[in-house]
């Protein structure tokens, strides 16, 4: 199974200046229980503004510069054979960004896993828009703001609908 994981504002925006767009710590809490012990697939920007490999995760990094090189990932010229060692490894894939790797995979995926942060941004890097017929939500939990977290926030599942 393909799933896509991404946190986004209210208008797709996933980022700015490599960066990400807030500081939520039950979506981090969220994200690295629902990733680890998984290979996960990221563009190379995306694998620069976090700055390490992520723990108890292949980190498999999708770039097209032969001469780049970082220890303790997989590094792969393309999505394809990203997937390909990818599902060699675990059964249960996570695609986590960035924006063009999002649009590379979106067609790919079987299930989409969103923060949908309650506000908008002032992102450069947006995730496609979602297809509602294609993808159904089959879940969603909100969460307030509070302390911690800056801004109202639910995590929502899509499913890819069974094609006729």
């Known amino acids: ?3 896509i994981i991404v946190a986004m504002g209210l208008d797709n925006g996933i980022g700015a200046d490599n960066q990400l767009l807030w500081h939520l710590p039950k979506d981090l809490k969220y994200f690295k229980e629902t990733t680890t012990d998984h290979p996960i697939i990221m563009g190379r920007k995306t694998y620069e503004s976090i700055g390490k490999p992520l723990p108890n995760r292949t980190n498999i990094v999708v770039s097209k510069r032969k001469d780049w090189f ?3 990932i997989l590094i ?3 999505v394809k054979e990203a997937l390909k060692f990818a599902k060699k490894m675990n059964e249960n894939i996570f695609v986590i960004g960035g924006g063009n790797i999002y649009e590379q995979t979106i ?3 079987d299930k989409l896993q969103v923060t ?4 908008q941004s002032k992102a450069e890097v947006f995730f496609p828009k979602i297809n509602l017929k294609v993808w159904d939500k089959t879940a969603e939990i909100c969460h307030e703001k509070d302390d911690k977290n800056e ?9 890819r609908k069974e094609s006729i």
């Open 116 to 119: 949908l942060v309650k506000t």
């Open 1 to 3: 199974m393909i799933t």
């Open 70 to 72: 970082e220890e303790g």
């Open 151 to 159: 801004y109202d926030f639910c995590f929502q599942t899509y499913e």
């Open 76 to 78: 792969v010229g393309s």
């Open 107 to 109: 067609d790919l995926a």
